[in-house]
């Protein structure tokens, strides 16, 4: 059974290929990291699967049908996605920016509807932002804006959830406490990560890219080898198998 995906998707701009031929099939439930270092398609990749960009070639299925045929309101009920950086000049308060995921949900100008209410309070309560509801978002730290983003993306009450290196700009703490998280939420997920050991802690199944093609796809454990660690990124590293997953250890460069 699958949910969303991608079939030898390509997309080019210009004459540059961004992403090359990928395949990626999601199972419901699971959750998958994308791999690879900068530039080598995740971001691209992400919007492809969320249907904001359309594939040069290829294409992209929501339950068996390409997504122009689900519609983009419908695409967006079932897909959720949060990006690295999220700003705004506006003066929002956290439960204004949560409630902006409700707008799949309802048409124009229309009030919010006790639906619309119950799903944003979950949603907040999901990602333990309740009392900070009424704050501004601009007063925020990185780790509560993560999470007030994560928050928007659930209220949209959605299937599908993509996240674009969420850690980014976090300390440890806030890190690890944002993929708790998003562990325990009851959804398909698609996580770019630049992190490795993150990556094999937190994800069910990893896809590789480099240069906008798929390098490898499998396991943690199958996937996150030395010799595949030095391909794509450059380094040498040593990997262990843990309980549970692999733990890498990269090695120092000698001069």
């Not at 890190?175 to 959804?187: C, E, K, N, S, Y």
């Amino acid at each position: 059974m699958t949910s969303l995906q991608a079939q030898d998707v390509v997309r080019r701009i210009a004459r540059q290929v961004i992403v090359d031929g990928v395949t990626l099939t999601l199972r419901p439930g699971e959750t998958v990291g994308l791999l690879g270092p900068n530039g080598s398609g995740k971001s691209t990749l992400l919007r492809l699967l969320a249907g904001v960009l359309a594939p040069t070639t290829g294409v992209v299925t929501l339950d068996g049908r390409p997504l122009p045929d689900v519609g983009r309101r419908a695409t967006a009920r079932r897909i959720a996605t949060v990006e690295q950086h999220a700003h705004t000049q506006t003066e929002l308060t956290v439960r204004d920016v949560v409630a902006l995921g409700r707008i799949p949900h309802r048409r124009a100008w229309t009030p919010a509807t006790a639906a619309d209410t119950e799903a944003v309070t979950a949603a907040l309560a999901r990602t333990g932002l309740t009392d900070r509801a009424d704050q501004s978002w601009h007063t925020l730290s990185g780790g509560e804006r993560q999470r007030t983003q994560i928050a928007r993306a659930l209220a949209q009450e959605p299937r599908e959830l993509l996240l674009d290196e969420p850690t980014n700009h976090l300390d440890i703490q806030h890190q690890l406490d944002l993929l708790d998280l998003v562990a325990t939420l009851p959804v398909t997920t698609v996580i770019a990560l630049h992190d490795l050991n993150l990556a094999a802690m937190y994800c069910d199944r990893l896809l590789v890219l480099r240069e906008g093609r798929a390098v490898a796809e499998g396991t943690p454990a199958d996937v996150l080898t030395p010799a595949l660690i030095e391909q794509v990124y450059g380094v040498r590293a040593e990997v262990t198998d843990e309980p549970g997953h692999p733990v890498i250890r990269f090695l120092r460069r000698r001069y």
